[in-house]
Each structure stands twice: as structure tokens, then as C-alpha cells.
């Protein structure tokens, strides 16, 4: 978890500096939303929002698998940042012109058990950005309602700041009862006050 904060106010507050840009340039361009954020983040205030930085070093790793992903689950929304550039990235790696979100608001694990329910079996990228004392539970959440299948990836941010030692001790020992997970750690270098790991689990076997 962050240090403590007034976090609705901070995402008010930038709702409305997005909302005082022009609408026009904003409407149907995620690239134009996630600028506006970005130079709210560099020149207003400091948000807890995934960087550009590890972004492209996802946008890099994604690229490498050989099964290019076309489902992707965040755990842990705020201002969208993140939510933002998944669309677009993903269409990017598929050479596709169009993408479909989803939003829930509610707990995370009450978000997976929904999205079996709603006919998702598999997910291809599993990205962890909320509280990290939910990592583990969440990742054997999945692995209890089978969503995820040898080439899912599981991308983690915070494992370095505040730190996720149970879930890198799970993922890092190589999983359990016939999961198995090989790990890379991508520094992306830059603010020395951040955390600035980009924690990537891949998932080679189930059971
Ligand atoms: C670090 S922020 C996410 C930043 C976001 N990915 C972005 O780039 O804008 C973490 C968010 O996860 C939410 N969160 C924490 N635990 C959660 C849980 N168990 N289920 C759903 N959301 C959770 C918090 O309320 C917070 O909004």
C-alpha cells in the first residue's frame, strides 16, 4: 500500500484538469488522455499511476511471446492511466483495429470470479497494481478458477516499493501443486524515490 493520502481527492482534482482540456482533441485519442495525465502527474502533482517508463518495458516483454495477448486483466484501477494504454497497446501487438474494455467497480477477487462466470476462460496478461497483500491470494484465485494457461503472463508492479515478498517468494520459487512460473525483474531506471521494478511472472505448466 501507498503512504497515506487523500486519494479521491487527487483523482478528483485530475478529472477536472482532463476535463478543462480541449474535449475535442481528447474524444476517441487514448494517446491525448493519457498525455493529459501525464503532464498533470509531471507538473501538478505526483499520482500512484503506472509511468510511461514500465509501460514500454511491458509493451516490450508482451512483444517477445510468441502467442500475441489479446485478453488482458488489471487488478487495481485509479485514474484509468494503466486501463488507458492497455486498449491501445494490445491492438498494436495484434496488428487489430479495435479492442473492448471493461470496467468493474469491486473487489478484486469478486471481479475474477465474475469474469468466469461471464464466459472468460483464459487471460493472457494478468497485471497486479493494487494492494500487494492481495498478490498471492488473487494469483491463486486464478489458479483455482483455471483463467490462466502455460503462456499467460502475470506483469507486477510495487515488488520492489512498498515490496510483495509473499508473492515474490510464490511466483520466484517456481509456484506450487503443478503451477509453475519462470520470473524476470526489468529495472526501468529513472526516479530514484519510486519504485521502479517491472516484475514479470510467466506461466510455463499448470497442472
Ligand atoms: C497503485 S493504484 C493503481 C494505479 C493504476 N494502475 C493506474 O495506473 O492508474 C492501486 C489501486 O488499487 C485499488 N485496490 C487495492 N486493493 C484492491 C482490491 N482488492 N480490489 C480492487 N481494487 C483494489 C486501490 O483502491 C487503488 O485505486
Redesign the pocket.
Known amino acids: 500500500m501507498?503512504p497515506p493520502g487523500d486519494?479521491h481527492a487527487d483523482a478528483v482534482a485530475l478529472h477536472k484538469y482532463v476535463m478543462s482540456k480541449d474535449q475535442l482533441q481528447l474524444m476517441n485519442n487514448p494517446q491525448a488522455v493519457l498525455d493529459a495525465i501525464d503532464d498533470y502527474v509531471n507538473n501538478v502533482k505526483h499520482l500512484?499511476?503506472?509511468s510511461d517508463k514500465k509501460l514500454n518495458a511491458t509493451e516490450k516483454a508482451l512483444a517477445t511471446l510468441d502467442l500475441k495477448p489479446k485478453v488482458l486483466v488489471?487488478?487495481?484501477?485509479?485514474?484509468?492511466?494503466?486501463?488507458v494504454a492497455w486498449g491501445p497497446m494490445l491492438m498494436k501487438l495484434n496488428t487489430a483495429t479495435d479492442s473492448t474494455s471493461s470496467i468493474g467497480i469491486r473487489?478484486?477477487g469478486e471481479s475474477l470470479r465474475r469474469l468466469k462466470e461471464e464466459g472468460i476462460e483464459h487471460i493472457d496478461v494478468l497485471f497486479l497494481?493494487?494492494?500487494e497483500k492481495?498478490y498471492v491470494p488473487d494469483l491463486r484465485l486464478c489458479e483455482e478458477l483455471s483463467l490462466l494457461k502455460p503462456g499467460s503472463v502475470i506483469v507486477a508492479d510495487n515488488t520492489d516499493m512498498p515490496g510483495a515478498p509473499d508473492y515474490l517468494k510464490y511466483v520466484e520459487g517456481g509456484g506450487e501443486g503443478g503451477w509453475k512460473y519462470r520470473c524476470e525483474s526489468i529495472e526501468v531506471g529513472g526516479s530514484t524515490k519510486g519504485p521502479s521494478i517491472v516484475h514479470i511472472a510467466y506461466c510455463e505448466a499448470t497442472p
Open positions: 501507498p486519494y500512484m499511476i503506472y488489471e487488478l487495481g484501477g485509479y485514474v484509468g492511466k494503466s486501463a473487489e478484486s497494481d493494487h494492494w492481495f
